[in-house]
T-cell receptor, first 114, second 115 residues
Framework: NAGVTQTPKFQVLKTGQSMTLQCAQDMNHEYMSWYRQDPGMGLRLIHYSVGAGITDQGEVPNGYNVSRSTTEDFPLRLLSAAPSQTSVYFC?????????????FGQGTRLTVV | AQSVTQPDIHITVSEGASLELRCNYSYGATPYLFWYVQSPGQGLQLLLKYFSGDTLVQGIKGFEAEFKRSQSSFNLRKPSVHWSDAAEYFCAVGLNAGNNRKLIWGLGTSLAVNP
């Protein structure tokens, strides 16, 4: 039972480079989201999706793009990496958008931008 | 504005000792309340949740939490801590917000367990 799978686990980028963080879930969940976790700031929502073809911005969307072409996949794209994007990124999914459904998290991607 | 406060940044307990992690929230209505645990190098895992009904809720791994409306608190407890409980613990308040589900997270409490 894979759950939520994120790749890569670690990544170092140079300022200005672009990359895609992959996220896939095999639970047929409707809702998927991306968070970043920074010391002293907790978890902050970047983007979310309530179903295939539907995405929207969270609290801190600048510098990131997402798409949801299938139910399973929700990649996060960094357009032009900046040192401020150094963080741990988590993808999460839930069966529905209703808040009382459990969120399942991937293991995270630790990104360093130099 | 809604907020979640976890007053203790770091707690150390001895194995076998009891544990209480504090969580206070600010929200006008009865909130949806959650505790998640993050083991080193892992994602977050749901320990337990409260929506309504019995104010004492049981979770996985022997954890329980009590909702106290008068104190705006949702403290997490465990009667006897195991070394494997060393982790980061997050309290969160959830609310449905239009097309989205909104989770407001505390900053976490890091738990260390002495042998």
């Amino acid at each position: 039972n894979a759950g939520v799978t994120q790749t890569p686990k670690f990544q170092v980028l140079k300022t200005g480079q672009s990359m895609t963080l992959q996220c896939a879930q095999d639970m047929n969940h409707e809702y998927m989201s991306w968070y970043r976790q920074d010391p002293g700031m907790g978890l902050r929502l970047i983007h979310y999706s309530v179903g295939a073809g539907i995405t929207d911005q969270g609290e801190v969307p600048n510098g990131y793009n997402v798409s949801r072409s299938t139910t399973e996949d929700f990649p996060l794209r960094l357009l032009s990496a900046a040192p401020s994007q150094t963080s741990v990124y988590f993808c999460a999914s839930s069966k529905t958008r209703v808040v009382n459904t459990e969120a399942f998290f991937g293991q995270g991607t630790r990104l360093t931008v130099v | 504005a809604q907020s979640v406060t976890q007053p203790d940044i770091h707690i150390t307990v001895s194995e076998g000792a009891s544990l209480e992690l504090r969580c206070n929230y600010s929200y006008g209505a009865t909130p949806y309340l959650f505790w998640y645990v993050q083991s080193p190098g892992q994602g977050l895992q749901l320990l337990l949740k409260y929506f309504s009904g019995d104010t004492l809720v049981q979770g996985i791994k022997g954890f329980e939490a009590e909702f106290k409306r008068s104190q705006s608190s949702f403290n997490l407890r465990k009667p006897s801590v195991h070394w494997s409980d060393a982790a980061e613990y997050f309290c969160a308040v959830g609310l449905n917000a239009g097309n989205n589900r909104k989770l407001i997270w505390g900053l976490g409490t890091s738990l260390a367990v002495n042998p």
